[in-house]
């Protein structure tokens, strides 16, 4: 795999996504635009390393992330520039393996432009020129690709906003608050560099999980035959609520083990019904892509998620006999299939006018967050397409999501195709970690990998 062929076919695919090489732009406080200055571009970061690690180790490591050298992501979930250089809205890193027996491509691109779907469009496009270099072919006939990424095209194919606002609106979005209008007017690098300090105090880890698609037949069947729903609950909204459950569980397994004081408080807290610590939230992505307009045929690559959010009463979800646990789950399988549905056109325009009405609105989560501390955060990539990038070399072996984003954050990710299952990605503290290992439910249905 050439080092310039790799290179050139990358901003071959910049071409496609101009904005990655724009400039975060401070409007008014609070207010970021990206802009694009065709005379002085913020080009993306594109390194080459040598490695003493070969494929066959990583293999043996089963492609843990933990086998690869600190050096390997060159940034963390919050990108930052420096003192003389803008926060660039692109990083990649290719490090070679020893022998020439491989490659690692790390590639972070900033989520206020592009979201998963965006992400793996780039790197698609990025694969699709490489290969057409690989097999002879020059800069006068790559292959024409269209994308779109202006925000104008959600506004134009926005509905009427429905008549009252959905509770998590009221929760969520709609209260402002002293410290989210601090965050807010801090400069983007400043915010970045506080925000990502505060994460690094968590101690995080990951840990990846395997589900077959023969086990997740099981499960999937399980809940059907329990629940009583008149809508048909799909693979992910099992997936997601038994993450959920399994979440809850070990969260309150890790509380049990505590210290003597931090019990006592717990109790103290729980004693309300109304209680934060009585509350445990299920949040999960949505891509408003089929939901709206023509965006899906426009082939649109801009962050294009809304959020929807699952409250639960956290006793409701820690119950550890399986027969019990098989109810609860049938049930909340139920709640995320309609929360799913509940995204309509008038839903996702009443969103994102909130979400784009006040400066702060885009950290008001975070605020909330610390009233809800008991909660999972959920993304699912299964219909993603990590798998088709063939640099010309074939499709990549492992896809892996960035070390330690946040914490209680679930990813759901495709497999390599012949594996014909799921990753699940879980990010928490060790003692959470600790929970689900223990699990005897996810132990039944998921193989740790690494």
Same mark, same amino acid.
């Given at each position: 795999?050439?080092?310039?062929?790799?290179?050139?076919?990358?901003?071959?695919?910049?071409?496609?996504?101009?904005?990655?090489?724009?400039?975060?732009?401070?409007?008014?406080?609070?207010?970021?635009?990206?802009?694009?200055?065709?005379?002085?571009?913020?080009?993306?970061?594109?390194?080459?390393?040598?490695?003493?690690?070969?494929? $066959?180790? !990583?293999?043996?490591?089963?492609?843990? %992330?933990?086998? #690869?050298? &600190?050096?390997?992501?060159?940034?963390? =979930?919050?990108?930052?520039?420096?003192?003389?250089?803008?926060?660039?809205?692109?990083?990649?890193?290719?490090?070679?393996?020893?022998?020439?027996?491989?490659?690692?491509?790390?590639?972070?691109?900033?989520?206020?432009?592009?979201?998963?779907?965006?992400?793996?469009?780039?790197?698609?496009?990025?694969?699709?020129?490489?290969?057409?270099?690989?097999?002879?072919?020059?800069?006068?006939?790559?292959?024409?690709?269209?994308?779109?990424?202006?925000?104008?095209?959600?506004?134009?194919?926005?509905?009427?906003?429905?008549?009252?606002? $959905?509770? !998590?609106?009221?929760?969520?979005?709609? %209260?402002?608050? #002293?410290? &989210?209008?601090?965050?807010?007017?801090? =400069?983007?690098?400043?915010?970045?560099?506080?925000?990502?300090?505060?994460?690094?105090?968590?101690?995080?880890?990951?840990?990846?999980?395997?589900?077959?698609?023969?086990?997740?037949?099981?499960?999937?069947?399980?809940?059907?035959?329990?629940?009583?729903?008149?809508?048909?609950?799909?693979?992910?909204?099992?997936?997601?609520?038994?993450?959920?459950?399994?979440?809850?569980?070990?969260?309150?397994?890790?509380?049990?083990?505590?210290?003597?004081?931090?019990?006592?408080?717990?109790?103290?807290?729980?004693?309300?019904?109304?209680?934060?610590?009585?509350?445990?939230?299920?949040?999960?992505?949505?891509?408003?892509?089929?939901?709206?307009?023509?965006?899906?045929?426009?082939?649109?690559?801009?962050?294009?998620?809304?959020?929807?959010?699952?409250?639960?009463?956290?006793?409701?979800?820690?119950?550890?006999?399986?027969?019990?646990?098989?109810?609860?789950?049938?049930?909340?399988?139920?709640?995320?299939?309609?929360?799913?549905?509940?995204?309509?056109?008038?839903?996702?325009?009443?969103?994102?006018?909130?979400?784009?009405?006040?400066?702060?609105?885009?950290?008001?989560?975070?605020?909330?967050?610390?009233?809800?501390?008991?909660?999972?955060?959920?993304?699912?990539?299964?219909?993603?397409?990590?798998?088709?990038?063939?640099?010309?070399?074939?499709?990549?072996?492992?896809?892996?999501?960035?070390?330690?984003?946040?914490?209680?954050?679930?990813?759901?990710?495709?497999?390599?195709?012949?594996?014909?299952?799921?990753?699940?990605?879980?990010?928490?503290?060790?003692?959470?970690?600790?929970?689900?290992?223990?699990?005897?439910?996810?132990?039944?249905?998921?193989?740790?990998?690494?």
């Amino acid at each position: 795999m050439s080092a310039k062929l790799l290179e050139n076919s990358f901003y071959g695919a910049l071409a496609d996504f101009p904005l990655l090489a724009g400039y975060l732009h401070e409007v008014r406080t609070g207010w970021l635009q990206v802009v694009v200055d065709k005379f002085n571009l913020n080009m993306p970061e594109f390194k080459e390393t040598q490695s003493a690690i070969h494929f $066959d180790t !990583l293999e043996s490591a089963r492609f843990s %992330p933990k086998a #690869l050298p &600190s050096y390997m992501a060159t940034t963390t =979930a919050f990108a930052v520039g420096n003192s003389v250089a803008a926060v660039k809205l692109a990083k990649v890193h290719v490090m070679r393996l020893k022998g020439n027996s491989g490659v690692v491509i790390f590639a972070s691109l900033a989520h206020g432009v592009v979201d998963a779907v965006g992400y793996s469009a780039f790197i698609n496009r990025w694969a699709e020129i490489s290969k057409h270099f690989a097999q002879g072919g020059n800069d006068q006939n790559v292959p024409l690709k269209t994308v779109n990424s202006h925000r104008y095209l959600i506004y134009r194919d926005l509905s009427p906003m429905l008549q009252t606002s $959905d509770n !998590l609106l009221k929760d969520v979005y709609l %209260p402002s608050t #002293l410290f &989210s209008r601090i965050i807010a007017w801090i =400069a983007p690098e400043k915010r970045a560099r506080l925000l990502g300090s505060i994460n690094s105090f968590v101690g995080t880890t990951n840990c990846c999980y395997y589900i077959s698609k023969q086990s997740l037949d099981q499960l999937h069947s399980a809940v059907e035959q329990i629940s009583k729903s008149a809508e048909q609950i799909s693979y992910n909204d099992v997936l997601t609520a038994l993450c959920g459950i399994v979440m809850a569980q070990s969260i309150n397994q890790s509380q049990q083990s505590s210290r003597f004081w931090s019990q006592i408080a717990r109790l103290f807290t729980q004693a309300k019904p109304d209680s934060p610590s009585a509350r445990f939230d299920i949040s999960m992505a949505v891509d408003i892509r089929p939901r709206i307009g023509k965006l899906a045929s426009l082939n649109y690559v801009g962050n294009c998620m809304i959020k929807q959010v699952i409250p639960c009463k956290f006793n409701d979800l820690i119950s550890q006999d399986e027969s019990t646990i098989m109810d609860i789950l049938a049930q909340l399988s139920t709640k995320v299939r309609a929360k799913t549905n509940a995204s309509s056109p008038e839903y996702i325009s009443q969103f994102i006018r909130t979400v784009d009405a006040e400066p702060d609105c885009f950290v008001r989560p975070l605020v909330c967050g610390t009233r809800y501390p008991m909660k999972l955060l959920t993304t699912n990539h299964t219909r993603v397409n990590y798998y088709s990038a063939d640099f010309g070399w074939e499709i990549p072996e492992w896809v892996n999501p960035i070390e330690g984003s946040f914490p209680n954050f679930i990813g759901i990710l495709p497999t390599y195709p012949s594996l014909d299952g799921y990753h699940i990605h879980v990010m928490a503290s060790k003692q959470v970690h600790q929970g689900f290992k223990s699990s005897q439910i996810w132990s039944k249905y998921f193989e740790c990998v690494h």
